[in-house]
């Protein structure tokens, strides 16, 4: 047990610029995508400063022209005590984002590779306590699953599987761990059973809110939602958080959230 380990430690963050081609990118559930690149750089350029804000030290990777989701580096590599999963990204179209994410890490983790038959995208596995969270979804089939809970059990971690819902793409994407002990996360696509026997507070976000059961939480007690949401941002007050709302609207077009924009690994 790795009772003493806070994920909320961390001083550096892997993020990646827009693409020049983010018009393109994939949109399903939040939006039809994205239209003003301009806009999009500002919101992401935006949510770097909050990033830098709260103390880490960001390391910025160049946009890819062929791949219109790269800002969206959560999906590219999972991260497991000093270990970087390099992951095989679910949709074709995003195939290749992982091979500069992998060098950029490589300087800083150990690297592992996935098999070739497995698929994983990073925003379905989210880090709690000493359990690593995974979401079984379109872009995450079981030979991803199995991977990835063997190399976090070879790391002393528990793992929990969720089925991920067809009304969501990722298990980020509606639950998040802002704080030890504490997951919030959106009502009506996980169901409260499927959390039994895990030992959490569950924050359930409502579900016209459900775009801002994604989260980010520091050590200091900030947490960052998105802006516009402000039931979700009452509720975290109520529990002790201190909230700062961010502008997502240019991004969640693209069914990107806060965490989808950032690796954290150190
Ligand atoms: C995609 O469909 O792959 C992108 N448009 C959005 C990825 C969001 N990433 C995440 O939830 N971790």
Redesign the pocket.
Known sequence: MMTDWDRRKRSAVLVREISPNFTK????FFGSGPTDIEASIKTHDNYIGVLEENGLEVIILPGLENHP?CC?V??AAVIIDGAAVICNLG?PS?RGEAVSVAESLSQHLEIIFMPENANL???DVVFYDDYFLIGRSTRTNEDGVKFIENVCHDRGFKTFVFDIPETT??L??ICSSPAPGILVTAEGHLQPEQFDGLDAEIIWVPNDESYAANTIGFENGCVIISDSYPKTAELMSQHGFNVTCVNMEHIRC????L??LRLFFK
Do not use: N
């Open positions: 990118a994939l949109a399903k989701d969206f959560e999906d949709h995003r995208d990073g925003g793409l990722h980020s994407t693209a069914d990107g959230s965490t989808c």
